[in-house]
């Protein structure tokens, strides 16, 4: 794991003890529904940039690639078979949020990669998040990606056990789980190999991680 990562998840597990101890206080308690909602007041930041990655670069070759994926999956999604149910796996870090580039919390949606999950979800797909991320953060991870304008049918996180697993092998079992669920994932779209190897997807969509630079 890199420095970069660990400080993102030193950020994120501050955020995430910040918003468990506003739930606990007595007005979170009175309206549980609003207490996300207070999460952005409690924000933290930290330099994450990749060292040799600019900003734009990267959001331009994150549009390349789903600029390849939107028009399989406009067709994907009409062809369905009747009664099909339709899911799409994505990451998390550097996927389907911006982590390396300043983060912040909540972090912002990956422009690109949000604009094919809206119309995914527009359309009846169910959305599923596999991380690495630990289970700790697992509610602030889900206030975050539901904040940044994901639509979230399931969120798999890693608990103490998978922590000592290969994270390829980790994320493979977890699409064999949704497609237990009795959904046809159309499409896994990650940006480091261990996320897309291992099968049970149709189609697969790396986005850039230029040679483990973004985690």
Not at 112 to 118: I, M, N, Y
Request: proline share 5%; aromatic share 10%; charged share 20%.
């Amino acid at each position: 794991m890199t420095g970069r990562t660990w400080k993102r998840l030193i950020g994120v597990t501050a955020a995430a003890t910040a918003v468990t101890a506003a739930l606990m206080t007595p007005a979170a308690t009175a309206s549980p529904a609003a207490a996300p909602a207070a999460a952005p007041a409690v924000a933290t930041t930290t330099a994450a940039a990749a060292a040799d990655v600019d900003y734009d670069t990267w959001q331009k070759d994150c549009r390349a690639v789903m600029d390849e994926a939107l028009p399989y999956l406009k067709q994907r999604i009409a062809d369905a078979a009747a009664g099909e149910k339709q899911a799409i796996v994505f990451d998390i870090d550097n996927t389907t949020l911006e982590t390396d580039f300043g983060f912040s919390y909540p972090s912002p949606a990956n422009a690109p990669v949000l604009e094919v999950a809206e119309y995914a979800q527009d359309h009846g797909v169910a959305l599923f998040f596999v991380t690495a991320r630990p289970d700790i953060i697992a509610s602030a991870t889900d206030y975050n990606l539901k904040h940044a304008g994901y639509k979230v049918s399931g969120l798999y996180v890693r608990n103490f056990g998978d922590l000592f697993r290969d994270k390829a092998e980790y994320k493979t079992a977890k699409r064999v789980e949704i497609e237990a669920k009795g959904y046809t994932i159309i499409a896994n779209i990650g940006n480091t190999p261990t996320d897309l190897s291992g099968g049970h997807a149709e189609k697969t969509y790396k986005l850039p991680d230029y040679d483990g630079q973004l985690s």
